[in-house]
C-alpha cells in the first residue's frame, strides 16, 4: 500500500478527545481515528464486543466537538452517497470534492474544506482520462496536490477491497476522505440473487463503520432512477431502503428541464437544495446565485396546494388527472402524507388538506 503516496509513515498522532463527561462520571468517547479500545478498527470482523451501556444521567453530561465536515455543510464524516443519472456530471464533483480536499480551498465556489488525504478510486476511468480532468481543471503550471492518491482499479468488497482501504487509512499521515467511483464497480459479487434489502446493508455497512471509527468521509458515487414516483426525489436512487438508509449523508445532482439541483439530506446536516450550473471554463460545479427557492418536495407541494384550493376533498383519480400523474403514484404519495401528517383523510378514500389554525 505504501506505493499509494510517497510520505506513508504509520497512523497520524492522536487528536485530542472529540467528547469528555463533566464532573466525576467515568465516561469517555473516543477521538477522531481511533475507538474506545485504542487503535483498533471496530470496522473490522474481528472486532470485539461493544462496551458497556451508559446511562442517560451520563449522556447529559457529556460534552461533544462540533461536527466534522469534510466538505462544509454538504459531507460530513461518514458514509455518504453521492446520486445522479448518467452523464450528468456527478465524476466531475466528485472529483471537485477530492482536489478541494487535497488543497484545503472550497468546493462548489464556497465551502470549505479542510486540508487533509484523499483516495480516489476511479473505476470507470483510465489513468490518461484523470490526467486530462485534472489539466482542464488545475492547468499544467502549479504542482497538483501531493495528497490526493489515485487507483483506477481495486479488488471488489469481497475480494479484500474493503481491508486495502482499511490499510490505507492507517498508512495515510491525515486521511480525510475516500471516493469510490463508481460503487457498483466495488461493491460485492456475492449474494446478489438473495434478499436486496440485506444485500445492500451489508454491502454498505463495513464502509460506515470505517468511515465512522476512522473519522473520516466515504463517497460513494452512485446512479439514479430516470423515473420515479413523482414525489420525493430521494426515491429515485437505485437500490432498496436498505441502500439510502445505511448512508449517513445522500447528496443528489439532479439535471432536469429547469436546469440542474444539488439536494442533500442526513441524519447530522440541514436539508440542502440549491440551483447548480458547470462552469466549463473551470470545469467544476458552482452554486448559481440569487436563484429561487427550490423544493426538495415539488410533487407534494402541490398536492397541498390543490387540496387547499378545493372546496371539497378529492379522491386519487381526480388528483391524478389534476396533476397530469398516474393514479397509483398519487396514491403512494398520498398515503406517505397522509402517515406524516401533511393531508388528512376525509370519509374512504378521499383527502383534503391540514385546517391552518387562527
Known amino acids: 500500500m505504501s506505493g499509494l503516496q510517497d ?63 469534510v466538505v462544509q455543510g454538504l459531507v460530513p464524516t461518514g458514509l455518504t452517497i453521492l446520486a445522479g443519472l448518467p452523464k450528468a456530471g456527478k465524476s466531475w464533483l466528485s472529483l471537485d470534492m477530492a482536489l478541494s480536499v487535497s488543497r484545503g480551498v472550497g468546493c462548489l465556489g464556497e465551502r470549505m474544506c479542510p486540508k487533509g488525504e484523499v483516495l480516489y478510486l476511479g473505476l470507470e476511468d483510465s489513468d490518461r482520462r484523470l ?7 488545475l492547468g499544467r503550471g502549479p504542482a497538483w496536490p501531493r495528497g490526493l492518491f489515485f487507483k483506477t482499479d481495486w479488488p ?8 486495502l482501504l482499511r490499510c490505507w487509512v492507517a498508512e495515510a499521515t491525515n486521511p ?17 440473487q438473495g434478499n436486496s434489502y440485506q444485500r445492500d446493508y451489508q454491502d454498505l455497512a463495513p464502509l460506515q463503520a470505517l468511515a465512522r471509527n476512522r473519522g473520516i468521509a466515504i463517497v460513494l458515487v452512485h446512479h439514479l432512477r430516470k423515473t420515479g414516483s413523482g414525489g420525493d426525489p430521494f426515491e429515485r436512487i437505485t437500490g432498496s431502503t436498505g441502500f439510502t438508509g445505511s448512508a449517513d449523508t445522500i447528496v443528489m445532482l439532479d439535471r432536469g ?8 439530506r442526513g441524519r447530522d446536516i440541514e436539508d440542502v437544495s440549491e440551483s447548480v450550473a458547470f462552469d466549463t471554463g473551470a470545469m467544476c460545479w458552482r452554486v448559481v446565485k440569487h ?32 396533476l397530469g400523474q398516474t393514479s397509483s403514484s398519487i396514491r403512494t404519495m398520498l398515503s406517505r402524507m397522509n402517515e406524516r401528517g401533511e393531508i388528512q383523510k376525509a370519509g ?7 385546517a391552518r389554525a387562527a
Do not use: C, W
Open 7 to 69: 510520505n506513508a509513515s504509520g497512523q497520524g498522532a492522536g487528536s485530542p478527545p472529540s467528547a469528555q463527561l463533566e464532573g466525576n462520571d467515568n465516561l469517555s468517547i473516543p477521538a477522531r481515528g481511533t475507538t474506545a479500545r485504542g487503535d483498533r478498527d471496530l470496522s473490522s470482523p474481528q472486532a470485539a464486543a461493544p462496551s458497556s451501556p451508559f446511562s442517560a444521567h451520563q449522556l447529559k453530561k457529556i460534552v461533544f466537538e462540533p461536527l466534522d465536515f
Open 348 to 354: 374512504r378514500g378521499r383527502y383534503t388538506a391540514i
Open 176 to 192: 480525510r476522505l475516500v471516493i469510490i467511483d463508481v460503487f457498483e464497480k466495488f461493491r460485492s459479487q456475492a449474494g446478489r
Open 291 to 322: 436563484a429561487e427557492p427550490v423544493s426538495l418536495y415539488q410533487e407534494r407541494d402541490r398536492i397541498i396546494s390543490l387540496l387547499q384550493g378545493s372546496g371539497d376533498p378529492m379522491s386519487p383519480s381526480a388528483i391524478a388527472i389534476a
Open 131 to 137: 490526467q486530462m480532468r485534472l489539466e482542464q481543471m
Open 156 to 163: 471488489r468488497a469481497d475480494e479484500g477491497g474493503v481491508d
Open 257 to 264: 428541464r429547469a436546469g440542474t439541483r444539488l439536494y442533500a
